[in-house]
């Protein structure tokens, strides 16, 4: 399963947008790249999934380039609210597949005020 | 929908006593999965299941870890003679199928005195 690298902290402020880059320079022809939120004492909330280009919902974009090797969240206008820690994952979306996820330490993201 | 279920949140025991905790999928959800998680680690998953079938297993499963569900729906992880390294939040998720992303529940977090 391909490994993830992603920054261990960032900050921010309030109202500005915000990139979280993921390196997974071993991803696989079937993986694909989904991103979770999770905030203390709670379980991790599914924010997008992308296979490649660009896929944008009502939460975030994700970005990812032709080679695939790295993905960009982007969060627009953050708030206090969206302090947390995002997972980047990538797995094999194949339904025979175990789809077992693979976190790792992800990102804490600290928005100010 | 309601999403998943966890019950309960919390459970302190001392050690050496045996523990049962449930899990309530969202509805119709095929797929459903068990995840250990420890303070600042991203989760480790456990075990799966596709309906009544266990299909997977961690090596992070030991003996005293049982898992079923029974029926399809809800699901039970059970640790027989709990011991100090089993205290984390133990998480549970559900897919519709293997192509779907995860959706997780606010786990039930264990205490060992």
């Known amino acids: 399963l391909a490994k993830t690298t992603q920054p261990i902290s960032m900050d921010s402020y309030e109202g500005q947008e915000v990139n979280i880059t993921c390196s997974h320079n071993?991803?696989?022809?079937?993986?694909?790249i989904t991103w979770y939120q999770q905030f203390p004492s709670q379980g991790p909330r599914f924010i997008i999934q992308?296979?490649?280009t660009k896929v944008t919902n009502e939460v975030a974009s994700l970005f990812i380039p032709a080679d695939r090797k790295s993905s960009t969240l982007s969060l627009p206008r953050v708030s206090l609210s969206d302090t947390a820690v995002y997972y980047c994952?990538?797995?094999?979306?194949?339904?025979?597949?175990?789809?077992?996820?693979?976190f790792g330490t992800g990102t804490l993201l600290a928005v100010q005020p | 929908d309601t999403g998943v279920s966890q019950d309960p949140r919390h459970k302190i025991t001392k050690r050496g006593q045996n523990v049962t905790f449930r899990c309530d999928p969202i509805?119709?959800?095929?797929?459903l999965y068990w995840y250990r998680q420890t303070l600042g680690q991203g989760p480790e998953f456990l075990t799966y299941?596709?309906?009544?079938?266990?299909?997977?297993k961690s090596r992070l499963l030991s003996d005293r870890f049982s898992a079923e569900r029974p029926k399809g729906s809800f699901s039970t992880l059970e640790i027989q003679r709990t011991e100090q390294g089993d205290s984390a939040m133990y998480l549970c998720?559900?897919?519709?199928?293997?192509?779907?992303?995860?959706?997780f529940g606010d786990g039930t977090r264990l205490s060992i005195l």
């Open positions: 998720a559900s897919s519709q199928d293997g192509n779907q992303p995860q959706h």
């Open positions: 071993n991803i696989a022809t079937n993986d694909y």
């Open positions: 992308g296979y490649k």
């Open positions: 994952l990538v797995g094999d979306m194949n339904g025979g597949a175990t789809n077992k996820l693979i």
């Open positions: 509805s119709e959800h095929n797929r």
């Open positions: 299941f596709q309906n009544e079938a266990q299909l997977e």
